[in-house]
Every structure is written in C-alpha cells, then in structure tokens.
C-alpha cells in the first residue's frame, strides 16, 4: 500500500525559506516521479515541479524557478520541496503527489499548510 | 505556462449527466493523450478520477468517463449522485516534463 506522509503546519516571516518533507512509504521511490502541487485558500491546484529520485533532476515550474527546490533522499524515501524568498501570496497548502504510469498523480500526501506572515 | 480554463460551476439533478470542458492549447491537450482529472471534496487531498484521457483507476465508478477533441478534453459525469458534489480539476502533460492544472469546476448536485 502506497503512502505519502508529509511534515506539518509552518509559519513563517515573508523573506524567508520553508522545506516540506514527503515521506513515502510502498512501492518503488526511486524510478517513481513525485511531484509537488499548492492550493492557495479559495483557490485551484497549481503545478510547481517535479522529481524521479533515480535521476536527481528536478523540473519546475516557470513560475517558480529560482525560488523552488525539490529534492529527494533514497536513503529515507523522502522528498523535500523547498520554497525561498517568502511572500504573503505563497500562503497555501502544499501537496506531493506520486506519479504512476499514465502521467497520473495516483497518491497524495495530507498537505502542509503553510502560512507566510509579514 | 497557463492554466488550463474550465467552467466555474455547473449543476444538475440527481440521476442526470453533466460535462466539464477543459480547454487548452496546441502545447498541452492538443499535443498528448495525457490528460487527466481529479475530484477533491472540500479540505481533502485530490482523487484521481480519469487518467490519459479516458482510463478509470480501478474503483472510480463507470458513471465518469472522459474524452477529448482537439484542444479541449471533457469529463462527464453520468447518473449525478449527491456524493459527485466536489471540485474537479483537469490537467494536461506539457513539454518539458511539465504538468498544467485546469481552473477548476465546481460540481453541483441540486
């Protein structure tokens, strides 16, 4: 049974950086994509990036690149999405999502909120 | 890269069938059968409903079917049950290993 357990609830000042963990568990980690989704409140899902821990390449999002890092560790079958430069507008939930055969996001972590304050 | 656009909101009475169009561009739905949709009920994690067009996971009920033309693909839900009453979201493969979600549609069971 595929799982995705991600870290908890932050908040933080705007400027500042955020890392989110993802911790999977069942299956394969390392061909297997995960990726990484946010939903600001009252708003609609929105792609930022992805990564296949076998290949430790990360694509992004136009959106997000320069700000966002996605990482993933083997050894723990974890991945880690962080975001830098903190704004008001990055408050959101943030999801990672495993990527099955068929371009599917098939599993979803809890989410994490996280709230940036100024 | 922008958002996928689906309607806001549609409705129907229980028993009858609705579409969600899900338009994009030569770029994304035009160019690849990788289209998917997702149901996420109010404070849930998104479920996936349909993948590469047409498939349903095993368990999504046959009620959910998918298509696509051109640009726009299209997800119906037939037989509408008060438990189809969530937030749909399409999204299309890209270039470059990129992913792009729809706006969003809300899903109303009268």
Redesign the interface.
């Given at each position: 049974q595929v799982q995705l357990v991600q870290s908890g609830a932050e908040v933080k000042k705007a400027g500042s950086s955020v890392k989110v963990s993802c911790k999977t568990s069942g299956g394969t980690f390392s061909t297997t994509a995960i990726?990484w989704?946010r939903q600001a409140p009252g708003q609609?899902?929105?792609?930022m990036g992805?990564i296949i821990p076998f290949l430790g390449i990360a694509?992004?999002?136009?959106?997000f690149q320069g700000r966002l890092t996605i990482t993933a560790d083997k050894s723990t079958t974890t991945a880690h999405m962080e975001l830098s430069s903190l704004r008001s507008d990055d408050t959101a939930v943030y999801?990672c999502?495993r990527e099955e055969e068929?371009?599917?996001?098939?599993y979803?972590?809890?989410?994490t909120l996280v709230t940036v304050s100024s | 890269q922008s958002a996928l656009t689906q309607p806001p909101s549609v409705s129907g009475s229980p028993g009858q069938s609705v579409t969600i169009s899900c338009t994009g561009t030569s770029s994304d739905v035009g160019s690849y059968n990788r289209v998917s949709w997702y149901q996420q009920p109010p404070g849930t994690a998104p479920k996936l409903m349909i993948y590469e067009v047409s498939n349903r996971p095993s368990g999504v009920p046959d009620r959910f079917s998918g298509s696509k033309s051109g640009n726009t693909a299209s997800l119906t839900i037939s037989g509408l049950q008060a438990a189809d009453e969530a937030d749909y979201y399409c999204t299309s493969y890209a270039s470059s290993s990129t992913f792009v979600f729809g706006t969003g549609t809300k899903v109303t069971v009268l």
């Open positions: 990726n989704v609609g899902l929105q792609w992805r694509e992004y999002a136009q959106n999801f999502a068929g371009y599917r996001f098939a979803w972590g809890q989410g | -």
